[in-house]
């Protein structure tokens, strides 16, 4: 299958890599013809890391199937299935998305990176909106492989359930949204997390090490193999129901402090900033994103070794 990733910034590379790791032929363009080759000079690296460690055996191949391109036509050109990366803007979302509708046959799959925007924000006026979703992606998804895909109220269910075939096709977990929200359902879930980190923090309950060592090492651990739901069914003598009913006033009384809805302040978010940085001085934070992406490949071995165990 020949696939057009549309964006070069990292979720593009990490598609690309996602992509041409399941077989397929990638096309990627950019806006900046310059970042399209800073793109694949990335990328190449980043192969590199997930052949070191034991998660892809044929690099030189893999790499192969990536190519850039000069021009939107020239990328898209025979794609069956678009994955688009720009920025996080609607205007910039209803821009590329009425070119690619003009250039695309009306078979070639439109889908969107965005975490936040749904679909009819920027799908509504074209004539091909019938053929346009979100799949929303987990920075990096060449090591977190789930993807939410969202239709819009007129996206054909054909259309994302050829997503979907694309997504697990590549080795990707795709979860299907029922219906539009705001964030879908991924970023939700991260924000109540967050939301209530700060608001610890900025009450004086906890510090910001003291609240990622909770999640890093008593949450976390469970999370990264069970979700909460599975969690709960396994943290009570006779499941799921026995849990809600043993501990749900508990939660109950903790929801009613935590309504609030204000907006993080900037001395919040100054004092976060501090604490982050005694911790992990600026100059340190992309040699740090890269232990943290080979921690990721060691879980992601681990996981996959743990699966063809299983079988």
């Known amino acids: 299958m020949n696939i057009a990733v549309i964006g070069s910034g990292l979720i593009g590379q ?10 397929h032929a ?11 080759g800073k793109a694949l000079t990335l990328i190449a690296g980043q192969v590199a890391d997930l052949q070191q460690a034991g998660l892809i055996d044929a690099p030189e191949a893999l790499l192969g199937r990536i190519q850039g ?19 996080e803007k609607l205007e910039i979302k209803k821009e590329i998305f009425a070119r690619m509708d003009k250039i695309a046959p009306p078979g070639t799959v439109l889908a969107s990176s965005t975490s936040s925007i749904p679909a009819s924000a920027f799908t509504a006026e074209l004539p091909g909106r019938f053929r346009c979703l979100i799949a929303h992606p987990v920075n990096p998804p060449y090591l977190v492989p789930v993807v ?16 979907w075939d694309v997504m697990e096709s590549v080795g990707q977990k795709p979860v299907k949204i029922l219906r ?19 608001k610890l923090v900025e009450q004086g309950y906890v510090d910001a090490e003291g609240l990622d060592v909770t999640v890093r090492e008593g949450l976390g ?5 069970m979700g909460p739901f599975e969690t709960i069914d396994l943290n009570a003598p006779d499941g ?8 749900g006033a508990m939660y109950t009384s903790i929801a009613k402090e935590q309504t609030s809805t ?49 079988k």
């Open 180 to 198: 539009e929200l705001e964030g879908f359902i991924l970023n939700r879930l991260q924000g109540a997390l967050l939301r209530e980190a700060f």
């Open 262 to 310: 204000e907006p993080w302040s900037e001395a919040l978010i100054a004092k976060l900033e501090a604490q982050r940085r005694r911790v992990l001085p600026t100059d340190q934070l992309l040699a740090r994103r890269a232990w943290r992406d080979r921690r990721l490949m060691g879980l992601a071995a681990h996981k996959k070794a743990a699966d063809n165990e299983a």
């Open 14 to 23: 990490a598609w690309a890599i996602v992509f041409a790791r399941g077989g």
């Open 148 to 163: 939410e895909i969202c239709g819009a109220p007129w996206t054909d269910p054909h259309v994302v359930q050829e997503a």
């Open 240 to 247: 799921l129901a026995d849990y809600a009913h043993r501990f």
């Open 69 to 87: 391109c000069q021009t939107l036509e020239e990328a898209m050109a025979g794609a069956a299935y678009v994955q688009e990366n720009l920025p």
């Open 26 to 36: 990638v096309r990627m363009w950019d806006g900046d013809p310059a970042a399209v």
């Open 221 to 225: 651990l469970r999370w990264s193999f």
